[in-house]
Nanobody, 115 residues
Framework: QVQLVESGGGLVQAGGSLRLSCAAS????????MGWYRQAPGKQRELVAT???????NYADSVKGRFTVSRDNAKKAVYLQMNSLKPEDTAVYYC?????????WGQGTQVTVSS
């Protein structure tokens, strides 16, 4: 079984930065795809950024050039560095691990960007 625990959310002014962390527990991690999704009030959950076990990344167009996903396989952790934050980045951010057809989710961490 896999458990994911996010941290690092909070309130920040527009233009500021935050770094989200996600710690995974359980079995093999290095070959799993990891990433971040977000869900704003009244909207569907959407992909923010993902990284495969091989290090390939994928970003939503809305965050390209501002957000960076990274991982530390030794620590079983994935990170999301968010710079130049905008009010429209306000959402609950969820850590995700994909293993075959199975998806695991963290409990989410709130990010609020004030204008």
């Amino acid at each position: 079984q896999v458990q994911l625990v996010e941290s690092g959310g909070g309130l920040v002014q527009a233009g500021g930065s935050l770094r989200l962390s996600c710690a995974a527990s359980g079995s093999t991690f290095r070959f799993d795809a990891m990433g971040w999704y977000r869900q704003a009030p009244g909207k569907q959950r959407e992909l923010v950024a993902t990284m495969t076990g091989g290090g390939s990344t994928n970003y939503a167009d809305s965050v390209k050039g501002r957000f960076t996903v990274s991982r530390d396989n030794a620590k079983k952790a994935v990170y999301l560095q968010m710079n130049s934050l905008k009010p429209e980045d306000t959402a609950v951010y969820y850590c995700n691990l994909a293993r075959g057809l199975t998806r695991y989710w963290g409990q989410g961490t709130q990010v609020t960007v004030s204008s």
